[in-house]
């Protein structure tokens, strides 16, 4: 059973960046895709970004791309979610998750992943 732990999330201004980090439990974090969800109150949980196993293929949401980059370090068991020029929507828990394969058709489905964190929470101010 892989254990994943969120850090890095807390309350920023508009504009501002963070970068959030996901440390896998054990050292197979390499034969998994990572991906990055948040969810809003009231919201459901909804795909920010995607990675495959060695960081060659990356998928965004629509909302992500051109301000979030998704990277990991396979020696360190860590995925990030490098999080620039937030936006008050942005306001959410952030979820890493990890997924023995991935869908090039469906990356941005939570029931794609079989293994979730518990979540940072990112809060941007106007």
């Known amino acids: 059973q892989v254990q994943l732990v969120e850090s890095g999330g807390g309350l920023v201004q508009a504009g501002d960046s963070l970068r959030l980090s996901c440390v896998a439990s054990e050292g197979t974090f390499s034969n998994f895709a990572m991906g990055w969800f948040r969810q809003a109150p009231g919201k459901e949980r909804e795909f920010v970004a995607t990675i495959d196993y060695s960081g060659g293929m990356k998928f965004y949401a629509d909302s992500a791309q051109g301000r979030f980059t998704i990277s990991r370090d396979n020696a360190k068991n860590t995925g990030y979610l490098q999080m620039n020029n937030l936006k008050p929507e942005d306001t959410a828990v952030y979820y890493c998750?990890?997924?023995?394969?991935?869908?090039?058709?469906?990356?941005?489905?939570?029931?794609?992943?079989?293994?979730w964190g518990q979540g940072t929470q990112v809060t941007v101010s106007s």
């Open positions: 998750a990890l997924a023995n394969v991935l869908s090039f058709t469906r990356y941005g489905q939570t029931r794609e992943y079989d293994y």
